[in-house]
């Protein structure tokens, strides 16, 4: 007998959690995956930060996006609220969640655009020349969010 109300109880769950996305669909149509990163930079060191990104992040980004392993980039910055808020955020759009499961495609493409940014194929060497960053920011935590287009009303 408790076995039939826990599988009744069980059943009723997916059944709950399965219908919220199904009837979901039918206000929006799904599109890209935006990942979005977001950073406190430490006091004094905003411009250390953004010029970091400029020189590179930037041109990686760009080449990523020509070589079609990301669909487009953006940054955010914003006044902190608090202490513990972000101030600079990044964000990458992705074609979908698969795109944010590991290929060694991608990663070897990756590699190869790191290795000509900072013309050396040495990792360490490419890790010790981006370590300042380290000092000039906190990470503080990433979002995956989906975009979506709403559906008009009929």
């Known amino acids: 007998m408790r076995l039939r109300v826990f599988a009744a109880v069980v059943s009723s769950a997916v059944c709950l959690l ?10 929006w149509t799904e599109g890209p995956v935006w ?17 970091y990104l400029r ?3 930037l041109p990686q980004q760009d080449e990523a996006k ?21 101030d600079i955020a990044f964000a990458t759009l992705h074609k979908n969640y698969a795109r944010l499961d590991y290929s060694a495609d991608d990663d070897a493409k990756g590699k190869a655009i790191a ?30 969010v989906r975009e979506v287009t709403l559906k008009p009303i009929p």
């Open 35 to 51: 990942e979005v990163s977001f950073y406190r930079t430490t006091p004094g060191h905003f411009e250390d930060y953004v010029r």
């Open 115 to 144: 290795e000509k940014h900072y013309q050396t194929a040495d990792e360490e060497k490419q890790r010790q020349m981006s370590a300042p960053r380290l000092d000039w920011r906190t990470y503080l935590g990433t979002d995956i």
């Open 55 to 57: 020189q590179d992040v």
């Open 66 to 86: 020509k070589q079609g392993l990301i669909l487009d980039w953006k940054m955010y910055v914003k006044a902190p609220s608090g202490p513990d808020d972000w």
């Open 18 to 27: 399965l219908a919220a996305p199904a009837s979901a669909q039918d206000h």
